[in-house]
């Protein structure tokens, strides 16, 4: 699919390609029971007759973007963008160009009826490209393979299409969410987003002064005050910048330059606002502040537990977190609470009910793929500024610039 001839894109051919394919996007069909302002259920209070409190409804676009390093670098990204309460006459002007790094943040509870409509906008900036692109929803057990985005298996979404997925929500745990057509080149792109699930327990009543859990413990061993969901990953500026010039793509020399959580680099990482939208994404969305919305930064209050829903999907390498001064407990692995397995029916599944497996820890591995549910307990630690970071001490850099890179700040107040 990718040229390895050298070719330049004009300006008029790409703003071409946007109008022959802003008529296309204007019929998209989102699909969410009940609702009755064209499937933005979330966004605008207006049920129809069917509404059910249980339907969650979420709209994205997959397209390209560009995205403001903490060096001050902009590199050209593949991405999803929030489409959700956009009408759907609007889809193409909001969708084009507005690729976010992480991607917008899926968050739901146990027992919803999931309901994610995706549209590939297509990328302004690589006219030349047809890409497909899919949601897959890692980790997570689907019921029906054609929701799960792998291509072999399951539906992908062409350019100015619409596809609507749908998951029947009942495994809590850490998640995350990636595009899986071409999945080196589009993650290494930038199709990355979290995607965390809250347990029923969550409705019950309160277990040792805790109303907020990460899986259905019985006996509040995971409950927590605030979370906190960080994303590992890290980009290769080199692989970015051939592939808008329309260069043959390195794959088998990857090595990424710009570690990041959450799409950003520290300082960047505690920023409230997140850095400034490239010019060209400005230009085109004036009302777009940053394409890095999502902060890194952990305050906590002193005398409550922070629960950190750590995740990786980099492609090139494994990543360590350490945090300095302070104890990680790791209670969930992958989406499962950490204990023994039991169980003597034979006939019957085994249930987690067993050993206590959770440990206390300064750091956690994660390979791309894993995830980590890491509790952090403040009770008689002294308030102040605390740094969690990787002890990949080569990776604390933004590009060429030393000091940065994977690293943010626990704030405890």
Not at 48 to 64: I, Q, W
Not at 212 to 234: C, H, L, R
Not at 322 to 351: H, Y
């Amino acid at each position: 699919m990718k040229t390895g001839k050298l070719f330049f894109i004009s300006i008029p051919l790409a703003l071409a390609a946007n109008t022959a394919l802003t008529p296309a996007l204007a019929g998209v069909n989102i699909q969410c029971p009940g609702d009755a302002n064209d499937g933005i259920i979330n966004a605008v209070p207006a049920p129809g007759p069917n509404y059910n409190a249980k339907v969650k409804c979420k709209h994205l676009s997959a397209g390209d973007g560009f995205i403001t390093m903490a060096d001050g670098s902009e590199l050209y990204i593949f991405g999803f963008s929030n489409l959700t309460g956009i009408p759907q006459a609007q889809t193409a002007s909001a969708g084009i160009l507005t690729a976010t790094s992480t991607a917008p943040s899926i968050v739901l509870d146990e027992g919803d009826k999931f309901y994610l409509s995706l549209t590939n906008v297509g990328t302004l900036k690589r006219p030349d490209l047809f890409d497909p692109h899919s949601v897959h929803f890692h980790g997570f057990p689907n019921a029906a393979s054609i929701f799960d985005g792998e291509p072999e298996a399951s539906a992908v979404i062409g350019m100015g299409s619409t596809f609507t997925y749908f998951y029947d929500i009942k495994e809590p745990g850490t998640y995350m969410y990636h595009c899986h057509v071409e999945a080196s080149e589009h993650m290494q792109m930038g199709m990355l987003g979290n995607l965390y699930i809250h347990p029923a327990q969550d409705k019950g009543p309160a277990i040792n002064g805790y109303r907020k859990f990460a899986y259905n413990d019985g006996n509040g061993a995971t409950g927590y005050d605030v979370e906190f969901p960080i994303q590992m990953g890290s980009f290769d500026s080199n692989f970015h910048a051939k592939h808008i010039a329309v260069q043959p793509l390195p794959f088998a020399d990857m090595k990424d330059d710009y570690p990041i959580l959450n799409g950003r680099g520290y300082p960047d990482t505690i920023s409230a606002t997140g850095p400034a939208a490239p010019a060209e994404v400005a230009d085109m969305h004036p009302n777009l502040t940053t394409t890095q919305p999502l902060s890194s930064k952990i305050t906590v209050q002193s005398g409550k537990r922070a629960l950190l829903r750590i995740s990786n999907l980099n492609v090139t390498r494994n990543y360590t977190l350490a945090v300095m001064g302070l104890t990680m407990k790791v209670v969930g692995k992958d989406a499962r609470i950490l204990r023994a397995m039991s169980g003597t029916d034979p006939l019957q599944p085994l249930t987690q009910t067993g050993a206590d497996l959770s440990y206390e820890t300064n750091s956690v591995t994660l390979g791309s793929g894993e995830t980590a549910d890491v509790l952090i307990e403040t009770a008689g630690v002294a308030p102040g500024k605390y740094f969690l970071y990787t002890t990949n001490l080569n990776y604390l850099s933004n590009g060429q610039q030393d000091f940065g890179g994977m690293m943010t700040e626990i704030e405890i107040i």
